[in-house]
């Protein structure tokens, strides 16, 4: 038979005979939910605004370079933040039950199932923190994949095995034309040279297999189709200037590790220099060496494939040449 709450067992009453025991032991726990809250008070005042960078991220990479990166950083702040306040609320409880209620006899101490309020309090508050998740990373989510109508620069990212093109465009969709192109080959790497505080539309295609486009700083990959699908996303601005490396994130075939390309992100003035510079005709190398940046690709350098092993002519290859 199921024992009712409104049931009332001898160690109740042996409870509820010694009231001055039991307002000690309510006063006690009072007193350790007041320390665990004060804990978490002083830890959040210790450590500032900047909880993500003291707890290294909660594991999230830190150093994002664009407003959305940021804005995805904060929600998993955020989120871990939260998840730890009910942790240490969960913990807080189970250690109160060990300790207040831990074996002292043989009688069993005062059942609550069938409770109504206790519950309905386990049914709504789970659901409530994941409401509350779910609302702001639908936010967050839509905020990433917003596109605007007229972005400030398109580029469009043509992967194929295994390199990339980067092609500089003067409007959106696949109409548009390409007004400068960058084309990566065993011996260089490509660089995508891309402005600050100005929104960039990523327009991505494949020429053969599934690639996905990831720059680690961007926080952010996409996969990049083959056939007519253009995968596109936006980032509204970069605020960090320097270089970056970009990897392929999809496992593409035998050269996939070695399908890395360069994001350096310079002011819009050299911006418009350099774009000025290619569409004269000069090469990504001059381009960038006129603009006062180094030529070659600073965070990652070409893989040694051996593919010359096998080549009738190794003596002809030429040296660090492309685009
Ligand atoms: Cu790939």
Same mark, same amino acid.
């Given at each position: 038979?199921?024992?009712?709450?409104?049931?009332?067992?001898?160690?109740?009453?042996?409870?509820?005979?010694?009231?001055?025991?039991?307002?000690?032991?309510?006063?006690?726990?009072?007193?350790?939910?007041?320390?665990?809250?004060?804990?978490?008070?002083?830890?959040?005042? !210790?450590?500032?605004?900047?909880?993500?960078?003291?707890?290294?991220?909660?594991?999230?990479?830190?150093?994002?370079?664009?407003?959305?990166?940021?804005?995805?950083?904060? !929600?998993? +702040?955020?989120?871990?933040?939260?998840?730890?306040?009910?942790?240490?609320?969960?913990?807080?409880? +189970?250690?109160?039950?060990?300790?207040?209620?831990? #074996?002292?006899?043989?009688?069993?101490?005062?059942?609550?199932?069938?409770?109504?309020?206790?519950?309905?309090?386990?049914?709504?508050?789970? /659901?409530? +923190?994941?409401?509350?998740?779910?609302? @702001?990373?639908?936010?967050?989510?839509?905020?990433?994949?917003?596109?605007?109508?007229?972005?400030?620069?398109?580029?469009?990212?043509?992967?194929? #095995?295994?390199?990339?093109?980067?092609?500089?465009?003067?409007?959106?969709?696949?109409?548009?034309?390409?007004?400068?192109?960058? !084309?990566?080959?065993?011996?260089? +790497?490509?660089?995508? %040279? !891309?402005?600050?505080?100005?929104?960039?539309?990523?327009?991505?295609?494949?020429?053969? %297999?599934?690639?996905?486009?990831?720059?680690?700083?961007?926080?952010?990959?996409?996969?990049?189709?083959?056939?007519?699908?253009?995968?596109?996303?936006?980032?509204?601005?970069?605020?960090?200037?320097?270089?970056?490396?970009?990897?392929?994130?999809?496992?593409?075939?035998?050269?996939?590790?070695?399908?890395?390309?360069?994001?350096?992100?310079?002011?819009?003035?050299?911006?418009?220099?350099?774009?000025?510079?290619?569409?004269?005709?000069?090469?990504?190398?001059?381009?960038?060496?006129? /603009?006062?940046?180094?030529? @070659?690709?600073?965070?990652?350098?070409?893989?040694?494939?051996?593919?010359?092993?096998?080549?009738?002519?190794?003596?002809?290859?030429?040296?660090?040449?492309?685009?």
């Amino acid at each position: 038979m199921v024992a009712r709450s409104s049931e009332v067992r001898p160690s109740a009453v042996r409870h509820s005979a010694s009231p001055g025991a039991g307002g000690r032991r309510r006063r006690g726990a009072g007193r350790l939910a007041g320390l665990g809250l004060g804990g978490v008070a002083l830890l959040v005042l !210790l450590t500032g605004c900047d909880v993500g960078a003291t707890f290294d991220g909660f594991g999230w990479p830190q150093g994002g370079i664009s407003a959305e990166s940021r804005r995805m950083y904060d !929600l998993w +702040i955020a989120s871990c933040i939260a998840a730890l306040a009910v942790g240490v609320f969960v913990w807080g409880l +189970i250690f109160w039950c060990v300790v207040r209620y831990r #074996k002292r006899g043989n009688t069993l101490p005062v059942q609550t199932r069938y409770n109504m309020p206790m519950e309905f309090l386990y049914t709504i508050a789970p /659901i409530l +923190i994941v409401s509350v998740l779910f609302y @702001y990373t639908a936010i967050v989510q839509t905020d990433v994949d917003k596109l605007s109508k007229n972005p400030d620069v398109t580029v469009e990212v043509v992967a194929f #095995k295994w390199n990339w093109q980067f092609n500089y465009r003067d409007g959106q969709g696949p109409e548009a034309k390409t007004t400068a192109s960058t !084309l990566g080959t065993s011996e260089v +790497i490509p660089v995508l %040279v !891309l402005p600050t505080n100005r929104s960039i539309r990523f327009e991505e295609t494949s020429r053969d %297999v599934i690639h996905s486009f990831w720059v680690p700083e961007l926080l952010f990959k996409r996969d990049v189709m083959p056939g007519k699908i253009r995968n596109v996303f936006e980032v509204s601005s970069l605020e960090t200037e320097g270089a970056f490396v970009g990897r392929c994130a999809e496992l593409c075939g035998s050269y996939h590790a070695f399908m890395n390309f360069e994001l350096r992100v310079v002011s819009p003035e050299k911006y418009d220099q350099f774009l000025a510079a290619k569409q004269s005709g000069k090469s990504t190398q001059d381009a960038l060496s006129a /603009i006062g940046e180094d030529p @070659y690709a600073e965070t990652t350098e070409p893989f040694d494939t051996r593919r010359t092993q096998d080549n009738f002519n190794p003596d002809k290859v030429p040296a660090r040449t492309g685009s």
